[in-house]
T-cell receptor
């Protein structure tokens, strides 16, 4: 059974600081997704990571994938208030439904 | 058109009511999904339709009945729900069911069962 663990589950960070969210998964997979969800809203696709060593960047967010370690990271650079949201990683192992992590609730404070 | 739409946005229903949730996409996607999301929890997959056929049913109670009338439309029929079924119901679609296909989520229907 595929298990996906995110940490931390809660993160309060100051504006301008850097931080990393971690996503570990239990079964070999080459495909990992990061989603953002604002309170009461739907999920917005941020990144799809398809291969070992993949790195993608969009604005202040950068995601990477290490399939050997079964680990993905979402790095936040110089956080701003607009990044406050819940971030989910999700993994699939080919032909099976996405399994989501529990989510990291990020709060960026002044 | 690059979005998934869902109606209604909010729904309040009694335990004896029958209602339906609707999801629509015009991106030519051939896989469509229903998820249930409780507050502060990740989405939980309920059903997957691939090429208009039900391919996955994650042991969902029969009071939830999905329907895919055509490749653009996905319904979720609700009957005799319980208060614990109150949640955000998300529809998603993807080009196919391949693992490289990103799922695009609709805005959701917030359901309250009284």
């Amino acid at each position: 059974e595929l298990k996906v663990e995110q940490n931390p589950l809660f993160l309060s960070m100051q504006e301008g600081k850097n931080y990393t969210i971690y996503c570990n998964y239990s079964t070999t997979s080459d495909r990992l997704y990061w989603y953002r969800q604002d309170p009461g809203k739907s999920l917005e696709s941020l990144f799809v990571l398809l291969s070992n060593g993949a790195v993608k960047q969009e604005g202040r967010l950068m995601a990477s994938l290490d399939t050997k370690a079964r680990l993905s990271t979402l790095h936040i650079t110089a956080a701003v208030h607009d990044l406050s949201a819940t971030y989910f990683c999700a993994v699939d192992i080919g032909g099976t439904p996405l399994v989501f992590g529990k989510g990291t609730r990020l709060s960026v404070i002044a | 058109d690059t979005e998934v739409t869902q109606t209604p946005k909010h729904l309040v229903m009694g335990m004896t009511n029958k209602k339906s949730l609707k999801c629509e996409q015009h991106m030519g996607h051939r896989a469509m999904y229903w998820y249930k999301q409780k507050a502060k929890k990740p989405p939980e997959l309920m059903f997957v339709y691939s090429y208009e056929k039900l391919s996955i049913n994650e042991s969902v109670p029969s009071r939830f009945s999905p329907e895919c009338p055509n490749s653009s439309l996905l319904n979720l029929h609700l009957h005799a729900l319980q208060p614990e079924d109150s949640a955000l119901y998300l529809c998603a679609s993807s080009p196919g069911q391949a693992s490289t296909d990103t799922q695009y989520f609709g805005p959701g229907t917030r359901l309250t069962v009284l």
